[in-house]
């Protein structure tokens, strides 16, 4: 049971959405510090802008692509009645969700080193 496409979809899904509502949670402290003024909010705009943070962004984008590449194969299948085709589908949204995180994981790399270099 653990080990098919439906669960790792499921849990992945799980994980990826708390991670966005995480981000969401950080966000709204960040844009909630100008309401406190200009220092905390830039101060809290380079506590973001670290490099683990930048790490960081290269997960948020795993989350967002996957999260809603698979929301698009979920509402596919109960649209279509596609039930044969799980599991290509499953594979389709990982791989293009990955393929969507090498490309933006790329610039953020190369981002960080010109910054850093």
Do not use: C, Q
């Amino acid at each position: 049971m653990y080990k098919t496409t439906g669960f790792i979809s499921f849990l992945l899904r799980r994980v990826t959405g708390v991670a966005l509502v995480l981000y969401l949670f950080t966000h709204i402290w960040v844009i909630g510090g100008a309401v406190t003024g200009e220092a905390t909010f830039n101060t809290r705009m380079v506590f973001l802008t670290s490099p683990l943070f930048k790490f960081l962004e290269i997960g948020l984008l795993a989350a967002v692509f996957y999260h809603g590449f698979d929301g698009l194969r979920l509402l596919l299948i109960n649209w279509f009645k596609i039930t044969d085709k799980r599991k290509s589908m499953f594979a389709a949204a990982f791989v293009l969700a990955a393929l969507m995180v090498a490309a933006g994981g790329t610039l953020i790399i190369l981002e960080l080193i010109h910054l850093g270099g």
